[in-house]
């Protein structure tokens, strides 16, 4: 069974910077969408960042345009977090999916396969 494992997390302070990673246990699909979803209580689920893997054009939600990137490297997926403010304070999770759910607004039912999740705080 296909499994998503994710590290990384913690707390840091604002400004500061958070690297999460997500592990795939196997091959998942010839072209997979992985994304990076995150949630905070009383929330909706946000879709942060996104990228097919069989591309190099990653896609960045509006709250992390410019502050977060995306890669992928073999078969791991990677969100780089910097200058990071309390508002990114979250839950936040890898997930994967066909790669025809790589767009702004798929749904978190789209996707096939989640990670378990890393606890991100920023505070002071």
């Known amino acids: 069974q296909v499994q998503l494992v994710q590290s990384g997390g913690g707390s840091v302070q604002p400004g500061g910077s958070l690297t999460l990673s997500c592990v795939r246990s196997?091959?998942?699909?010839?072209?997979?969408?992985m994304v990076w979803f995150r949630q905070s209580p009383g929330k909706d689920r946000e879709q942060v960042a996104w990228l097919n893997t069989g591309s190099t054009s990653p896609t960045y939600g509006a709250s992390a345009r410019g502050r977060f990137k995306i890669s992928l490297e073999r078969n791991t997926a990677y969100l780089r977090m910097d200058y990071l403010e309390p508002d990114d304070t979250a839950m936040y999770y890898c997930?994967?999916?066909?790669?025809?759910?790589?767009?702004?607004?798929?749904?978190?039912?789209?996707?096939?396969?989640w990670g378990n999740g890393s606890q991100v705080t920023i505070s002071d």
């Open positions: 196997e091959y998942i699909f010839n072209s997979a969408c």
């Open positions: 997930a994967a999916g066909p790669g025809n759910v790589c767009y702004l607004g798929a749904k978190s039912t789209q996707m096939k396969f």
